[in-house]
Structure formats: structure tokens, C-alpha cells
């Protein structure tokens, strides 16, 4: 070890790993994965998510899932909880869509209002 | 470097172990694979969580949902509903013993937890152990970096005084002064040593923080190397730890890699080094001047101090000798500065103490607390109580070397000052706790026994003072004990303690003389009356039937191993003491409670 950058730059790339086991208060993203949701394509979203979020290296983004959200004839349906925000849910995703949510919502903060619950049952 | 949804951390420290963690750590491998979650979930083999007693122990993040007892069967539900479909497995959550119904779901709803404040335990059951990466993520080695980079020497032992850190291996010494004892010996040649040859029955706090952070040690050891002006350090641990061995090998290895050990760390002109030296199981080797002859290569006996190892210690240099747990909150105060320690704790006692609770208590485990936590919040709150709800007896803390604190003192605030004011000592962490069911002469016998084997021989007061105690407390405890025999103990207890040469033969009457001093009457019933009023010494038990209760019904004579009892069927039956052994299977077997002990 040579310098302090050098180790600065270990726990930057690592620090992303182990974030999920600190406390904290980001955006959290739930995916709803039971029966329902993974027989209409929940995973490939969940992963399109995960794999947006680091890509992108965005911090204090919690990907998790949920059991039935209750409306299982819009699954794959995933909710967004921004800090301070209400909470968007989002119904019938692809994994582009979810890398348009990721990319319009949780980056930019402008809600993806037609892939939402609100849009899909107009 | 790859981002994962979900972490899975299996509590790897020995408790867990022992209850079969290796094992959930292959099946959750298995599991994972089968559901292709590999490159989507994390498994993390992390050091102890402190609950050892409902090991072993899972928990899952971001929900921190926290699961204990788990088999290797469950194993395969947590991945179907927890990880495949994100719904927590109720059934398999903690359950919190005081109350009944509640489960609790993540680690800090538990009540175990939310009394104690983690500071030299800060990493262990977070971090990967094995990986020197996850130890930097959690600003690993920044402490190190500062200390080379913006710090002199004379900076950093003023941080570590005016922090009021005092050695956590149970005496006490202020450990900034220690310091600055060694950085002003005069010598070219010094070392830092460790003391890890955890040696008391009951206690595993420095095990766990071998095995839970070992580069919290190592990051410490080299901080105190540019503080005193050492460039080597060695690590005493006994080799009854093997995972520990197993991880400080492995981390030592990590740091020499990134160039965190070795010559002109960071750039600068430091260097420094760490070796292992592994204990071959003798008590004293925890002594100071023992440990440091057994590192040499000699025989592991103690010398006479002065001179004192900051002066003339291994191989006759120089040399600072600290406990794990003390090296633990060095990073911490360096990081945080010595104001931030010193908020933690009584006035003279600063920060936080890692006890190990075992006995009779529902929560065993390891837990931190602030200095001056009293000892009814650590074991009525933290511990959860005495199963079956049996009334408490008594603490012993410091093991073979330290006392017991009885029921008036539960609420002493536990620091080193009011330990040793009621007769006991902190030592160095472990905690046993007992009940009604305990006999506390039993008690001083056992720990009397312990010192008595592990006596190394050298100095009389010791080998033969402790020698005369023990077959004094075996005459009491076999029924054959006489008027003045408790006198005769405290007198040769305190001359021990008055005339031994090191720090065991000094502490070993501390069993008895403070049970003595709490529980005479105890040591006079078994003299004066030939009775064990917990029920334990074997020799004056004896077992009778209530000639009211019994029944006649001949089931205790069916038992008995040694036909003992005998009696007309459908009425009373009576023991006969002589042929008695005294086993207990009668009183078991009784249906109507006529046989009693006593």
C-alpha cells in the first residue's frame, strides 16, 4: 500500500457491496415476487433493476422483494419508495420498462405515469 | 464488482459452529445454485452475533430479517420464500423470551440488542471476516493511514490518554500511559504484543473478535508499532482457537499483500510486522511475563516484575503487551477522537465492556455495554432473565480470578473501580451467572481446582498454598468439615494473595475468600449442620420420603439402581441412607412429590 487514495479506492468498490448491511434511508424498489408475480415474468424485472442500479453505480437504492400484492392480474407489479414521496406503483413490467423507471423515476425523479396502477386501470 | 440484491449472513464464530453453521453454509451454497440466485444473493460467512445461546444464527439483508436456531433442513424454505419470493419465514424469525408471543423479524427489534452499544464489536456479525476488502469498506485501515500520515508518535499515545481507554484484559492499566512507558524505554529493538491466550472458563470475548474482526487487531498492533517506535509484533493466541488461528493466518496474509504490513506502509518509512505464536494450553501463559517467555521459546513461567515488560520484556527489550479487546477500540478512538470515547462510560472507566454471559441464563452470548451498565440491566435485560424462573444467586465475573457479586450488589454499575470495591474484579469479561440450585462452595471448589492444575509450580504460595485451600474445600464439601476451618481459609488466602509471584497465584483465593464474604452461611451449613443448602454436594445429600405423601405405589423402588428403598405396597416406603448413591432417580419418578432432597 502506497498511498491513501489507493485505499480510499478498495473501500469504494467495496463499499457498494457491503451498503446493503449499513443503516440507511435510500429509495427502496420492491419487486412483488410471489407465485403470481414470477409466473408473469418477476424475476427478469428484479434483475433489469439490480443490474440498472449498478450499472448506473447509484447509492442508496435498496432492490428487495414482496409477497402477492394483491392484484395479480397486473403482475409483475413494483413499487417505488422515494424518501419524503408517496408511493408509485407500477404495474405489468418488462425489463425495459424498468430501465425506463430507473433511469426517469429514481434518477431524475419525474414518475413514469403510464406504466403506472393508476394508468393501466383508466 | 458485482452488485447483489440480498445478503445472507451465516454467523461462522465458534458458537454457531459448534450448533452446526458449516453446514447451512453448504446447504444455502446448494440452494442458491439450484435456483440460479448465485450471482443475485451474497453469502457472507461473518464472525459472532453475540446471541450464541439461539445459534446458529441467519440473517438476511436489506430486510435484516434475523433467524435463528436454523438446521440445514430450513435451509431451502428461507431460499424458496424469502429469496425467491421475498416472503420472510415467520415461523423460523427469534423469538424473544420476554414475550412469549411476539416474533421479532429484524436485528434491532431484539431486546437483546438494544441496550448494548457495539463498539469494539462494531464489525463482527457484519463483516466478511476472510475478506480485508470488507474490513476497508467499513473504513478499515483509515485509522492506520491518519496515524502515519498527519500523527507523531507523541500524538497518538496523547489521543489514546486523553481518551481514558484502560486495559481490557481485566486490571486496568491506563493504556495511553502504558504506551508512553514503552516509547520511553530506551532500546533500538521493541515489539507489540498481543495477548490472546483467553484462558478463563466461561469467557470468549477475545475469540470472538479474533474471529469476527481480526484486522481490527492487526490495523491496532501497527498503530501502537509507530506509536512506541517497534517494527515487529506478535500475536499469543492459544491453539484451542482453531478458526481464530485459521482468520488472523488468513488476514495477516491479506495485509502483507496490500502492503498494510510490511516495509514503508502508505509510502512512508514504517514498517512493521506481525507473526503468530500459538499457546499450548497452559492458563498461565496468559500472565504477562509468562506469555512473553513462552513467545521466546522458553518454559511458559512467569518472572518477577519489576522489571516490567515495557522495559525488559520479550527477548529482553522493550515491549507493550495488550489484551484483543483493548487493541479493538484503538481504530475507533484514532477515528473518532478520544472526546467521542470518553462520552461512553463512568467517570473512570471509559467506553464500553464485551462480556461473555454463560450459566444460568436465558440469552447466553456476547454482549458490550457501556462502562456502568449495572449488572440487573445485563442480566434481566440483555440476558433475559434465569430459565425456569429460579430466583438469582449470584454473578461471578473474572473467572478463576475474580469474586462474586450477590443479589444486593445487582444494581453496582460495572466498572473496574466498583467491581473491585465489592470484592470482585472485572477481569477479563466473562460472566457466569447462577441460581438457587447452585451451591457456592461447589462453586469456589471448582474454580480453586481449575488454579490448582494450572499452577505452574514455580513459586511455593501458589503451588502449595492453593494445593492446601483446594483439600480444605473438598474436606468442607465431602461432609467432613470442622470448626475454624473457614478461618484457616481466609488466612491462607490472604497470605497468597499477599506472597504470590505473579497475577495467578495472586487472584486464585479470590473464589473463596469473596463467596466467604457473601455466603458464610453457606460454608457454615456444610460444616456445622453437614448440609448442602443448594442441594449439590453429593456427600450430604440426603434423599427422604414424607410419610404423608407417600402413597405405597412402589415405582421409586422399580428406579432405584442399588435397592435402597424398600416398604410394604400401599405404604409409606423409607431410603436407607447407607445404601443410597444418591441419584435422584427416585425423587424423578415420584408422582405425588413425596421424595425430597435436603
Not at chain 2, 39 to 48: F, H, N, P, R, W
Not at chain 2, 76 to 103: C, F, M, S, T
Not at chain 2, 187 to 216: I, Q, T, W
Amino acid at each position: 500500500m502506497k498511498s491513501i487514495q489507493e485505499l480510499e479506492q478498495i473501500k469504494q468498490r467495496t463499499l457498494q457491496e457491503v451498503n446493503l448491511r449499513k443503516d440507511r434511508k435510500g429509495t427502496r424498489v420492491v419487486v412483488g415476487m410471489a407465485t403470481c408475480g414470477i409466473a408473469a415474468g418477476a424475476r427478469p424485472v428484479l434483475l433489469a433493476f439490480v443490474e440498472e442500479v449498478q450499472k448506473r453505480n447509484l447509492q442508496d437504492i435498496t432492490v428487495t422483494q414482496t409477497g402477492c400484492v394483491g392484484v395479480c392480474r397486473l403482475e409483475p407489479i413494483v413499487e417505488v419508495y422515494k424518501p419524503g414521496e408517496e408511493k408509485v406503483t407500477y404495474v405489468k413490467l418488462t425489463p425495459e420498462k424498468a430501465k425506463r423507471i430507473v433511469a426517469e423515476h429514481i434518477v431524475n425523479g419525474q414518475v413514469v405515469t403510464e406504466y403506472t396502477i393508476g394508468a393501466a386501470e383508466k | 464488482m458485482k452488485l447483489y440484491r440480498s445478503h445472507v449472513l451465516v454467523c461462522g464464530g465458534t458458537g454457531c459452529h459448534s450448533s452446526g453453521s458449516a453446514g447451512i453454509i453448504d446447504a444455502f451454497q446448494a440452494e442458491l445454485k439450484k435456483h440460479n440466485l448465485e450471482d443475485e444473493i451474497k453469502l457472507v460467512s461473518t464472525g459472532c452475533f453475540g446471541l450464541c445461546a439461539v445459534g446458529p444464527v441467519v440473517v438476511v439483508y436489506p430486510e435484516g430479517a434475523f433467524y435463528s436456531g436454523i438446521k440445514a433442513e430450513d435451509v431451502p424454505r428461507i431460499v424458496e420464500e424469502h429469496l425467491l419470493k421475498g416472503r420472510i419465514v415467520n415461523d423460523l424469525l427469534y423469538h424473544d423470551h420476554a414475550k412469549a408471543e411476539d416474533v421479532v423479524s429484524t436485528l434491532d427489534e431484539v431486546e437483546f440488542y438494544k441496550k448494548q452499544k457495539r463498539m469494539a464489536l462494531r464489525n463482527c456479525g457484519v463483516i466478511n471476516p476472510e475478506k480485508i476488502e470488507e474490513y476497508i469498506a467499513f473504513d478499515g485501515y483509515k485509522a492506520l493511514a491518519r496515524v502515519l500520515t498527519e500523527m507523531t508518535p507523541m500524538d497518538v499515545i496523547n489521543e489514546i490518554k486523553a481518551s481514558g481507554l484502560r486495559g481490557r484484559g481485566g486490571a486496568g492499566f491506563p493504556t495511553g500511559l502504558k504506551w508512553e512507558f514503552a516509547r520511553k524505554a530506551p532500546g533500538d529493538k521493541k515489539y507489540v504484543c498481543c495477548n490472546a491466550d483467553e484462558g478463563d472458563p466461561g469467557a470468549f470475548m477475545d475469540r470472538s473478535l479474533l474471529e469476527g474482526d481480526p484486522h481490527s487487531i492487526l490495523e491496532a498492533m501497527a498503530i501502537a508499532g509507530y506509536a512506541i517506535g517497534s517494527d515487529q509484533g506478535y500475536i499469543y493466541v492459544r491453539a484451542e482457537y482453531p478458526i481464530a488461528v485459521k482468520r488472523l493466518t488468513i488476514a495477516i496474509e491479506q495485509a502483507k499483500e496490500l502492503g498494510l504490513l510490511g516495509k514503508n506502509i502508505f509510502g512512508t518509512d514504517f514498517s512493521f510486522d506481525i507473526e503468530l505464536r500459538l499457546g499450548a494450553g497452559a492458563f498461565v501463559c496468559g500472565e504477562e511475563t509468562a506469555l512473553m517467555r513462552s513467545i521466546e521459546g522458553k518454559r511458559g513461567e512467569p518472572t518477577p516484575r519489576p522489571p516490567f515488560p515495557a522495559v525488559k520484556g520479550v527477548f529482553a527489550k522493550p515491549t507493550l503487551l495488550n489484551n484483543v479487546e483493548t487493541y479493538a477500540n484503538i481504530p475507533q478512538i484514532i477515528l473518532n477522537g478520544a472526546e467521542w470515547f470518553s462520552q461512553v462510560g463512568t467517570e473512570k472507566s471509559k467506553g464500553t465492556k464485551v462480556f461473555a454471559l454463560g450459566g444460568k441464563i436465558n440469552n447466553t452470548g456476547l454482549v458490550e455495554v457501556p462502562m456502568g451498565t449495572t449488572l440487573r440491566e445485563i442480566i434481566y435485560d440483555i440476558g433475559g432473565g434465569i430459565p425456569n424462573g429460579k430466583k438469582f444467586k449470584a454473578a461471578q465475573t473474572g473467572g478463576p480470578s475474580g469474586g462474586c457479586i450477590p443479589a444486593e450488589h445487582l444494581d453496582t454499575p460495572i466498572d473496574y473501580d466498583s467491581l473491585a470495591k465489592i470484592g470482585s474484579m472485572m477481569g477479563s469479561g466473562g460472566l457466569i451467572v447462577m441460581d438457587e440450585d447452585n451451591c457456592m462452595v461447589d462453586i469456589a471448589r471448582f474454580f480453586l481446582d481449575f488454579t490448582v492444575d494450572e499452577s505452574c509450580g514455580k513459586c511455593p504460595p501458589c503451588r502449595i498454598g492453593t494445593k492446601r485451600m483446594l483439600e480444605l474445600l473438598d474436606k468442607i464439601t465431602s461432609g467432613n468439615g470442622e470448626e475454624g476451618d473457614i478461618e484457616k481459609l481466609e488466612e491462607l488466602g490472604n497470605n497468597i494473595k499477599a506472597s504470590a509471584l505473579c497475577g495467578l497465584g495472586q487472584t486464585a483465593p479470590n473464589p473463596v475468600l469473596s463467596t466467604i464474604m457473601y455466603f458464610r452461611d453457606e460454608y457454615e451449613a456444610h460444616i456445622k449442620e453437614k448440609r448442602c443448602p443448594a442441594g449439590v454436594c453429593r456427600n450430604l445429600l440426603r434423599y427422604v420420603i414424607s410419610s404423608d405423601l407417600c402413597r405405597g405405589c412402589g415405582l421409586c423402588t422399580k428406579v432405584c439402581p442399588v435397592s435402597a428403598i424398600s416398604g410394604e405396597r400401599k405404604a409409606p416406603h423409607i431410603i436407607d441412607p447407607d445404601k443410597c448413591i444418591k441419584c435422584g432417580a427416585c425423587a424423578e419418578k415420584c408422582p405425588f412429590h413425596a421424595i425430597t432432597k435436603g
